[in-house]
């Protein structure tokens, strides 16, 4: 019986999550070899949408057990809802691991991006909620005090909001500070799993629209290689320093995004239609994160665009320029509106139920 190319692709070393919290289409990943899953107020937004039958007679019942609750406390009761539901299908993967894979990402609120003792009291909920709980927040300054803080505690993260090389070098310092203290206060490490993702469709997107902005002239096909420059820049360096924690690929754009990650220490993080489409592919699944982007389309793209080389050089940019980059301006936003949403639907289906 033939391998489907997500079952080659863990063949070869590389774990690949179900980009979604949504546990029909999680179970079908985890069934083909996946061994996590991610989540945001986006994605969560997204399959409250999808699975309608399932998730609004929870909500219902939540509006009616908690009359004095605002939209947005009864919003975070159905994410935590939705996201101990997802973590429950990964239960046997983490089991069967003892600990070192089976985690699905949760998100801390988005607002609270530039506190980090916020951060870490949400976190700290969330992690509660299973024990294959990884707490996602922002590569910004406030997050990175929150990233060190949970590993101290013994908690996995997923750095996120994330799309350089310079983010990725601070979360894992921050991660190795944090791990040191941990051990130090004798806190169990053996189940620590630190993510750091780069969400590279996002940087891709971003130089997409400073091209049109700007009236750049460049071939467009290089544009799909800008991410994977910078992703396997990270992991060079991940490698040569032997930071614990592990590089994620997210926002995917492309089939780059997954065929030239496949053979390293990493997670590729997919929507489920993107790795069904990949399974159907004819592409085929080699060792590629090794094999470097052409120096010359390396060359073009720094010439042509200031922020690729504030992203792919390992100090393009200051911690304190992380919170004004482009993408993660355009990606708070997004997850702010995600978050404002679901707290929408919560409001209508109150008025709704009088």
Same mark, same amino acid.
């Given at each position: 019986?033939?391998?489907?190319?997500?079952?080659?692709?863990?063949?070869?070393?590389?774990?690949?999550?179900?980009?979604?919290?949504?546990?029909? /289409?999680?179970?079908?990943?985890?069934?083909? &070899? #996946?061994? $996590?899953?991610? =989540?945001?107020? *986006?994605?969560?937004?997204?399959?409250?949408?999808?699975?309608?039958?399932?998730?609004?007679?929870?909500?219902?019942?939540?509006?009616?057990?908690?009359?004095?609750?605002?939209?947005?406390?009864?919003?975070?009761?159905?994410?935590?809802?939705?996201?101990?539901?997802?973590?429950?299908?990964? /239960?046997?993967?983490?089991?069967?691991?003892? &600990? #070192?894979? $089976?985690?699905? =990402?949760?998100? *801390?609120?988005?607002?609270?991006?530039?506190?980090?003792?916020?951060?870490?009291?949400?976190?700290?909920?969330?992690?509660?909620?299973?024990?294959?709980?990884?707490?996602?927040?922002?590569?910004?300054?406030?997050?990175?005090?929150?990233?060190?803080?949970?590993?101290?505690?013994?908690?996995?993260?997923?750095?996120?909001?994330?799309?350089?090389?310079?983010?990725?070098?601070?979360?894992?310092?921050?991660?190795?500070?944090?791990?040191?203290?941990?051990?130090?206060?004798?806190?169990?490490?053996?189940?620590?799993?630190?993510?750091?993702?780069?969400?590279?469709?996002?940087?891709?997107?971003?130089?997409?629209?400073?091209?049109?902005?700007?009236?750049?002239?460049?071939?467009?096909?290089?544009?799909?290689?800008?991410?994977?420059?910078?992703?396997?820049?990270?992991?060079?360096?991940?490698?040569?320093?032997?930071?614990?924690?592990?590089?994620?690929?997210?926002?995917?754009?492309?089939?780059?995004?997954?065929?030239?990650?496949?053979?390293?220490?990493?997670?590729?993080?997919?929507?489920?239609?993107?790795?069904?489409?990949?399974?159907?592919?004819?592409?085929?699944?080699?060792?590629?994160?090794?094999?470097?982007?052409?120096?010359?389309?390396?060359?073009?793209?720094?010439?042509?665009?200031?922020?690729?080389?504030?992203?792919?050089?390992?100090?393009?940019?200051?911690?304190?320029?992380?919170?004004?980059?482009?993408?993660?301006?355009?990606?708070?936003?997004?997850?702010?509106?995600?978050?404002?949403?679901?707290?929408?639907?919560?409001?209508?289906?109150?008025?709704?139920?009088?």
């Amino acid at each position: 019986m033939s391998t489907s190319k997500m079952q080659q692709t863990s063949e070869m070393g590389s774990e690949w999550w179900n980009d979604s919290n949504n546990h029909v /289409e999680l179970q079908e990943a985890v069934d083909q &070899g #996946a061994t $996590g899953a991610t =989540s945001n107020p *986006v994605i969560t937004l997204g399959t409250v949408k999808q699975l309608p039958d399932v998730w609004m007679p929870v909500l219902d019942q939540l509006i009616k057990d908690n009359p004095a609750r605002t939209e947005d406390e009864i919003a975070w009761k159905l994410n935590d809802l939705v996201a101990t539901r997802g973590a429950k299908v990964l /239960e046997p993967v983490y089991d069967r691991t003892n &600990g #070192a894979q $089976g985690k699905i =990402s949760l998100q *801390v609120d988005p607002r609270y991006y530039r506190d980090a003792g916020r951060m870490v009291e949400h976190a700290l909920h969330l992690a509660s909620l299973a024990p294959n709980a990884a707490i996602k927040c922002p590569l910004v300054p406030a997050g990175i005090e929150a990233l060190e803080e949970l590993t101290a505690k013994g908690i996995s993260i997923n750095a996120t909001v994330s799309f350089s090389v310079p983010q990725a070098l601070a979360a894992a310092e921050a991660v190795e500070k944090g791990w040191q203290r941990a051990e130090a206060s004798g806190i169990d490490t053996s189940t620590l799993t630190p993510y750091i993702t780069i969400m590279v469709g996002r940087i891709d997107d971003h130089l997409r629209n400073v091209m049109a902005l700007e009236n750049i002239t460049i071939d467009p096909g290089y544009l799909n290689w800008a991410s994977i420059a910078i992703f396997k820049r990270a992991y060079t360096i991940f490698q040569e320093r032997g930071y614990k924690a592990k590089l994620l690929s997210a926002a995917i754009r492309c089939h780059f995004h997954w065929s030239e990650f496949v053979g390293g220490r990493v997670v590729i993080s997919m929507p489920y239609k993107w790795w069904n489409q990949f399974n159907t592919s004819s592409i085929e699944v080699a060792h590629k994160i090794d094999e470097p982007v052409p120096e010359e389309i390396i060359a073009e793209l720094q010439l042509k665009f200031v922020d690729f080389g504030r992203a792919f050089e390992p100090d393009g940019m200051d911690v304190s320029e992380f919170e004004s980059f482009g993408p993660t301006v355009a990606t708070v936003r997004q997850f702010l509106g995600g978050s404002a949403e679901l707290a929408g639907i919560v409001r209508e289906r109150i008025l709704e139920l009088g």
